[in-house]
């Protein structure tokens, strides 16, 4: 089975050498990132990951969980309660809480780190306390002081957990078709009636309580998406001193057979006036749930580049291992009887694309939840503003990139492994299973490469993508002059001008027909993609560089400036291919009449 090792050594790189913190001092918390501090909670994140909850993985894959159709109950396989707990009473789920509430108060851009520890070591386990985290979000940023004081302490401690509401049968993508009720009930409460379908933590037995976040009608409501409001409804009823009352008309159903993340239970709900108190005003509940979206997305993101290291570990530890064929030059291991496969080089383009995704993600998401911690706490509200364009367009390219190439990653993984990887008794097929499910939850990839061309670069008069553009250009005009890192800015400058004049051509085209934004989506979504992977790969280049000619002869440097040689010249010339398919435009897919399709 796959034994999963924290990348801790690479965290610090990058907490310590490559992010620059300092941008973000005036953020509340941030005197508290330290490099021991920073390193003692990797660390410890790192053990609970590895020791606690990498061996349910399995488990929780086999056992599933059950549903009991008499009273609805869930129960989750062996251990989970027990590594709940533990998760818990060590703190980890009041980390980047707010002080005022119990939390801890350590910044986001940490508590990243720890998400994508716990999703590599088991996705279906971090499903819970993730989606109480981001309940946690909406009521703290948009619920009343009253409701604050009411749900974020048990929800910090982890003795309640969260959910969220959105999908019904007969609606997904258009939330604008929700068809549950909120009736108003007097004293501002509301009866909420209707049915949600694949509600991730729906139902369990892991906390006393499940705090239920539901997108409802009032009775007069607008049609479609303006008319949506945000409901608290809580499993069982809140008393005033807030004890717990008798269940408020919440039921699961059933739960849903499902390719991966078998321990997360996907619940069908269903709502008979169970009695909710509104969030904020009426009519603005998709707004709020946006807030819980963004960061949501940001850690969907993670989650595709967490299996896919699991995995890409997996593979390489086998690559190392099996013995199969000598080397085309002549054995390497002569005193084997074959070479292990590591040698070949179609064995090392595929692990090489795995840890070239990986440790470029993982650095593009770290540099982009700092930009979120500034934009959600900075006390400076131009700060704020700035920092909100570069999260508000790297967004849905992190969400979309990340889950497809975790989910490519994870393939590749299966296939280093040959048939073994097809096979359970290894574990890397699990991966291919749980990672799926990424490129459809939190809006689809299809939607988010339509949000980043419809929406993020026609948003804010060009600021969004010139938030991204001048730190890009004032990088390369700072190292163009240096010969040993041609082989970096080169390529960087040759994609980001080639993202630059198609992003003037889609406007163009798009302004004049919509379908055209549509068909150069996906397209476009990874050209900037390669883009901001080949900005953060030279970033990390230069680091090393610097580093080997200061004399530090790690290894660990060397790895990074191969990798980003690996990554210039074996993955970013794939933009050439996507600038050709964007500029071929909307009719070779529009033409073709809908029933030849
Ligand atoms: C395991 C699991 C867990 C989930 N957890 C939750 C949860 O906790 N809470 C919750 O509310 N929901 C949850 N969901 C639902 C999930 O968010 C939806 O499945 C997802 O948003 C897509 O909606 P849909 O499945 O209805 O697909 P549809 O909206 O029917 O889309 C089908 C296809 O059409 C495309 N499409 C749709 N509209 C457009 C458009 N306008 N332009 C271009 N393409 C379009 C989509 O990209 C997709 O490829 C979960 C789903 C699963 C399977």
Same mark, same amino acid.
């Given at each position: 089975m796959p034994q999963y090792k924290a990348p801790i050594e690479d965290f610090l790189f990058l907490y310590n !050498?490559?992010?620059?913190l300092d941008e973000a001092k005036d953020v509340p918390g941030m005197e508290m990132l330290t490099p021991d501090i920073i390193e003692a909670i990797l660390n410890e994140a790192g053990k609970l990951s590895e020791e606690v909850l990498q061996p349910l993985n399995v488990i929780g894959d086999t056992q599933g969980c059950k549903h009991h159709g008499d009273d609805g109950r869930v129960t989750l396989p062996e251990g989970f309660k027990a590594a709940f707990d533990t998760y818990n009473d060590n703190g980890w789920s009041s980390l980047v809480a707010d002080p005022s509430y /119990? /939390?801890? /108060?350590?910044?986001g851009v940490l508590g990243l780190a720890v998400s994508e520890m716990i999703n590599a070591a088991n996705a279906s386990f971090a499903a819970y306390p993730g989606l109480t985290l981001g309940a946690y979000e909406v009521i703290l940023h948009h619920g009343s002081e009253d409701q604050k004081q009411t749900y974020l302490p048990k929800m910090i401690s982890g003795q309640w957990s969260g959910t969220m509401n959105l999908t019904e049968p007969h609606c997904g993508t258009d939330l604008g078709l929700i068809r549950t009720k909120a009736e108003p009930h007097g004293n501002g409460r509301y009866a909420i009636s209707g049915t949600k379908i694949w509600i991730s933590a729906g139902e369990h037995d892991l906390s006393e309580n499940i705090i239920h976040l539901v997108l409802a009608r009032t009775p007069d409501a607008p049609a479609g998406t303006r008319g949506i409001s945000l409901f608290i409804v809580p499993k069982y009823s809140v008393n005033e001193d807030g004890s717990l009352g008798p269940n408020n008309g919440v039921r699961c159903q059933s739960i849903e057979k499902k390719m991966g993340i078998k321990s997360s239970a996907t619940c069908e709900m269903q709502y008979t006036n169970a009695i909710g108190v509104l969030i904020g !005003? !009426?009519?603005k509940g998709l707004s709020y749930m946006f807030t819980m979206m963004n960061a949501a997305r940001l850690v969907t993101g993670i989650q595709g580049t967490a299996m896919g290291d699991a995995a890409y570990q997996a593979a390489k530890t086998f690559a190392h291992e099996r013995l199969q064929g000598r080397a085309l030059t002549g054995p390497r291991y002569p005193d084997k009887p074959a070479d292990p496969i590591i040698v070949h080089p179609d064995v090392r383009r595929m692990l090489l694309t795995a840890r070239a995704f990986t440790e470029g993600a993982r650095a593009l998401a770290l540099m982009t939840g700092l930009q979120l911690d500034i934009e959600l706490r900075h006390p400076d509200a131009d700060k704020r503003q700035q920092a909100s364009y570069w999260v508000a367009m790297l967004t849905p390219v992190i969400k979309a990139y990340f889950t497809d190439m975790g989910f490519e990653v994870a393939n590749l993984a299966m296939q280093v492994h040959g048939g073994a990887g097809y096979v359970t008794d290894t574990g890397v097929e699990q991966f291919v299973r749980d990672v799926r499910i990424t490129q459809i939850y939190e809006g689809t990839n299809g939607v988010q490469a339509l949000d980043l061309v419809g929406r993020k670069l026609t948003a804010n008069q060009g600021e969004n993508l010139k938030a991204f553009f001048t730190p890009v250009h004032t990088f390369i005009a700072t190292h163009a002059g240096n010969e040993a890192l041609g082989a970096f800015i080169t390529p960087l400058k040759e994609v980001a001008d080639s993202l630059q004049g198609i992003t003037a051509e889609v406007f163009a085209k798009m302004s004049k027909d919509p379908m055209e934004a549509g068909a150069a989506s996906t397209d476009y979504l990874r050209l900037f993609a390669l883009t901001a992977m080949a900005f953060v790969w030279a970033k990390m280049a230069v680091i090393a560089q610097q580093k080997i000619e200061a004399g530090h002869a790690s290894g660990f440097y060397q790895a990074k400036l191969d990798t980003a040689r690996f990554f210039m010249t074996r993955m970013l010339p794939d933009h050439l291919a996507l600038a050709a398919k964007i500029r071929a435009g909307a009719s070779p897919i529009m033409n073709t009449q809908d029933e030849y399709l």
């Open positions: !050498e490559f992010l620059d /119990g /939390g801890q /108060g350590i910044p !005003e !009426e009519n």
